[in-house]
């Protein structure tokens, strides 16, 4: 079994800890809530130097690239030579090229593991990661990432996996919210929302909110697992990539903006769920697949 630890035990971060705890490997935690620490029960509480310190592999879960930034120094002052920074969270391509540089100075490693499912997924091993790291470092994470999802694909060097995340996240932003712009446009015909989703996926324009999604929309204020602030960030990091990349990205410009607008309406705590609450406020009429009762 290895020695692991996890820094930030969030929705992804609590439940793959607990996983690892599950697999019988000796696990360290780090979190700034002594109650999300406390919540892993079999893991060993200690801050980020005490995690590095005692980890041959230490998952990063952290909101933000700065977060991550923010941690690593700290993590490679203790950690052991030839130990993996395996960073789970959504960040930036280039921030992540450069952390790997500087912890290459350091003697350690870093792989990119950002992932899709969310915390459910995380809960029932049902993740998907998209890797990006040195084919050796990679190696000796993969035993880890199988267990945790399932799917794992390594797609190259740093930067890659946290490319392929981004460019799955604007395709999932984007037909979440243009299927509310569709029903709000169809709600405004007086058509049943039912049978306008039903009569696009019998036509075959659906995609997977249509598939998947759609069935939740009448249910608001669900504990938040991926919050709307969260996504304003991916989404400025989608425009930050297709601006390093030079490719003209106006859909994305225009979804990380319905998101920003989110925000400003007060629903960035709120789950990604209630992004219809942001498409009614700004159509001025209720989605609802079921009649009022």
């Given at each position: 079994m290895a020695r692991v630890g996890v820094i930030g035990l969030g929705n992804i971060g609590g439940a793959v800890a607990a996983n690892l705890v599950e697999d019988?490997?000796?696990?360290?935690?780090?979190?700034?809530?002594?109650?999300?620490?406390?919540?892993?029960?079999?893991?060993r509480a200690g801050d980020v130097a005490a995690v590095a310190a005692a980890s041959d592999i230490t998952m990063t879960s952290l909101p933000t690239p700065d977060d991550v930034a923010g941690v690593a120094p700290a993590w490679a002052a203790a950690a052991p030579a030839g130990a993996i920074l395996l960073d789970l969270s959504t960040s930036s391509p280039?921030?992540?090229?450069?952390?790997?540089?500087?912890?290459?100075?350091?003697?350690?490693?870093?792989?990119e593991a950002p992932l899709t499912g969310g915390a459910v997924g995380a809960q029932r091993r049902t993740l998907v990661f998209m890797v990006?790291?040195?084919?050796?470092?990679?190696?000796?994470?993969?035993?880890?990432?199988?267990?945790?999802?399932?799917?794992?694909?390594?797609?190259?060097?740093?930067?890659?996996?946290?490319?392929?995340?981004?460019?799955?996240?604007?395709?999932?932003?984007?037909?979440?919210?243009?299927?509310?712009?569709?029903?709000?446009?169809?709600?405004?015909?007086?058509?049943?929302?039912?049978?306008?989703?039903e009569v696009v996926r019998t036509g075959g324009a659906t995609n997977f909110f249509i598939d998947h999604g759609v069935d939740g929309m009448d249910t608001r204020g669900r504990p938040t697992q991926f919050a709307l602030a969260l996504a304003a960030k991916?989404?400025?990091?989608?425009?930050?990539?297709?601006?390093?990349?030079?490719?003209?990205?106006?859909?994305?410009?225009?979804?990380?903006?319905?998101?920003?607008d989110a925000v400003a309406r007060g629903l960035?705590?709120?789950?990604?769920?209630?992004?219809?609450?942001?498409?009614?406020?700004?159509?001025?009429?209720?989605?609802?697949?079921?009649?009022?009762?």
């Open positions: 019988g490997h000796e696990v360290v935690v780090a979190d700034t809530d002594p109650a999300r620490v406390a919540a892993v029960s079999g893991a280039a921030a992540n090229r450069a952390l790997a540089e500087t912890l290459a100075g350091t003697g350690h490693h870093l792989v990006g790291g040195d084919d050796e470092p990679v190696a000796r994470c993969l035993p880890l990432l199988e267990r945790l999802g399932r799917a794992t694909f390594h797609l190259g060097p740093v930067g890659t996996g946290t490319t392929m995340k981004l460019v799955n996240s604007l395709l999932a932003f984007t037909c979440t919210w243009v299927s509310l712009e569709g029903l709000s446009m169809a709600a405004a015909a007086g058509l049943d929302l039912r049978t306008a989703v991916d989404a400025r990091l989608i425009e930050a990539l297709a601006g390093a990349s030079g490719v003209p990205a106006p859909v994305a410009a225009a979804v990380s903006g319905v998101l920003a960035g705590d709120h789950d990604w769920s209630d992004l219809v609450v942001a498409a009614e406020d700004r159509a001025g009429r209720p989605l609802r697949l079921s009649a009022p009762t």
